[in-house]
């Protein structure tokens, strides 16, 4: 008798235990800080076309490396911000991330992001906490994870081969002919070759363009430049074996 009440009474010390803990947790912080970080990254994975972590590094939208905190539209080196969200006056926090993520237009009408929103809201908690994680001096590891795990860095155009490197262009009529360091030529109807500039250090070396193939069927490529200035003075207008 005595021997089974002794561990009733464990059991119930132990239970009250729990509940105290678990109660000055619930109390110490806002509920919102039950993100899974580690769940985070992986929803990441559907902001990264556009976002990357790495401190400086912008795409489509502005580097989320130290987004914590930050007063909205400040991210330095970022020269597409909307005037919306520049004169959103907002600070991204728990609160204000969690409803930007579930509905970017309903926080701030008339901005640019092209996201329709994440209705999941452990799912919106999980990035919260990724990304309050990766503020807080975690995003030069987290830049270093990205191009393993999320096979999201962007390739350095200047360590391409010669099937890439561009010797010359031709442009006759409807149609570009772009000869390539290896020597083989590839002609394209001039709608399907899209001409790009990259100025970042990953883009092209100056005055040598890079073909980079784009679209299953192959039809379709980019030529890539170093600067606006280069396509027209190197693409020649000539008419070949005419
Ligand atoms: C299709 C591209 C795209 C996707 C996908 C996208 N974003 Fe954005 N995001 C942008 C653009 C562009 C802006 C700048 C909007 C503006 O200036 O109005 C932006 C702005 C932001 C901002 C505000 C930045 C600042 O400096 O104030 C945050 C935070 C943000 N995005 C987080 C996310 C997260 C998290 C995801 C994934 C769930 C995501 N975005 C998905 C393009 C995108």
Known sequence: MMKIREIDMSNEKVFAAVAIVAG??????????DGDAEQGR?????????HSIEKGAHRTGPSLANIW???AGTI??????SKALKGA???WDD??????????????????????????????????????????GGAETAGGMQGGMMGQRLPNLKELGPNNQVKSVTHC??????????????QFWELNLRLKTDSSENGPPKGAPVLIPGG????RANLVFSSPEEISAIIKEQCKNE
């Not at 000055?24 to 800080?33: I, Q």
């Not at 992986?42 to 556009?50: I, L, T």
């Not at 330095?76 to 911000?81: C, E, H, I, K, Q």
Request: glycine share 12%; aromatic share 8%; proline share 3%.
């Open 24 to 33: 000055v947790m619930m109390a110490g912080g806002p509920a919102v800080a």
């Open 42 to 50: 992986k929803a990441f994975r559907q902001c990264a076309a556009c």
């Open 69 to 71: 905190g930050r007063k």
């Open 76 to 81: 330095d080196g970022f020269r597409r911000y």
């Open 89 to 91: 006056g907002v600070v």
């Open 95 to 136: 609160k204000t991330l969690d409803q930007w993520l579930a509905n970017p237009k309903s926080l701030i009408p008339g901005n640019r992001m092209v996201f329709s929103g994440m209705a999941d809201g452990a799912e919106r908690q999980d990035l919260i906490a990724f990304l309050k994680g990766i503020s807080d």
């Open 173 to 186: 009529a409807d149609t570009y002919d772009v000869t390539t360091q290896n020597g083989e030529t590839h």
């Open 216 to 219: 299953m069927r192959g039809d």
